[in-house]
T-cell receptor, first 114, second 112 residues
Framework: KAGVTQTPRYLIKTRGQQVTLSCSPISGHRSVSWYQQTPGQGLQFLFEYFSETQRNKGNFPGRFSGRQFSNSRSEMNVSTLELGDSALYLC?????????????FGEGSRLTVL | SQKIEQNSEALNIQEGKTATLTCNYTNYSPAYLQWYRQDPGRGPVFLLL?????KEKRKERLKVTFDTTLKQSLFHITASQPADSATYLC???????????FGSGTRLSIRP
């Protein structure tokens, strides 16, 4: 069974631009979570989607947004990029929201903002 | 807000010894706690789950304990091997529907 797939793996943007990252969860998984990972802050929770609805949200500004499609694929968008947005963005899926099951992570999208 | 602390940024252990990693949290005890392994440039990989009503869980050379009085989880790797070198993350969930939040991780190095 294919794992969680994130695209693109690497990208470089400049300040003020926007970026869209994509995540395809494991087949049958309906919950998708996004995390930002930086050396200084570690893994920070962005948001979680289940059945096309945002169920949980972390403490990030409104420039960070996401959505989930009917096939459970998810996208996150960051607008008006800042240097501090440079990070590894990780997507994780699990079967459903209402359990304590393990998260399956993708390899991440590494964003560099110049 | 909840704060999660994992012991020292890096831990160096001699091969064959037991590595013990610590995860401490403040405020309310989580409903469950998970441990993940992350290799450089890769996403975290799930290792073990322990619930609030469980004291200990084992899986092969791995053991996790959960002490809600001390607000602490310990993660042990027995008979450590250089291949165990990685960053280990603890993660807390406060209900089945809540977000899972992560500690900053401990980088473990096993020297031959």
């Amino acid at each position: 069974k294919a794992g969680v797939t994130q695209t693109p793996r690497y990208l470089i943007k400049t300040r003020g631009q926007q970026v869209t990252l994509s995540c395809s969860p494991i087949s049958g998984h309906r919950s998708v979570s996004w995390y930002q990972q930086t050396p200084g802050q570690g893994l920070q929770f962005l948001f979680e989607y289940f059945s096309e609805t945002q169920r949980n949200k972390g403490n990030f500004p409104g420039r960070f947004s996401g959505r989930q499609f009917s096939n459970s694929r998810s996208e996150m968008n960051v607008s008006t990029l800042e240097l501090g947005d440079s990070a590894l963005y990780l997507c994780a899926s699990k079967v459903r929201q209402g359990n304590a099951g393990e998260l399956f992570f993708g390899e991440g999208s590494r964003l560099t903002v110049l | 807000s909840q704060k999660i602390e994992q012991n020292s940024e890096a831990l160096n252990i001699q091969e064959g010894k037991t590595a013990t990693l610590t995860c401490n949290y403040t405020n309310y005890s989580p409903a469950y706690l998970q441990w993940y392994r992350q290799d450089p440039g890769r996403g975290p990989v799930f290792l073990l789950l322990i619930r609030e009503n469980e004291k200990e869980k084992r899986k092969e050379r791995l053991k996790v304990t959960f002490d809600t009085t001390l607000k602490q989880s310990l993660f042990h790797i027995t008979a450590s091997q250089p291949a165990d070198s990685a960053t280990y993350l603890c993660a807390l969930g406060y209900s089945s529907a809540s977000k899972i939040i992560f500690g900053s991780g401990t980088r473990l190095s096993i020297r031959p």
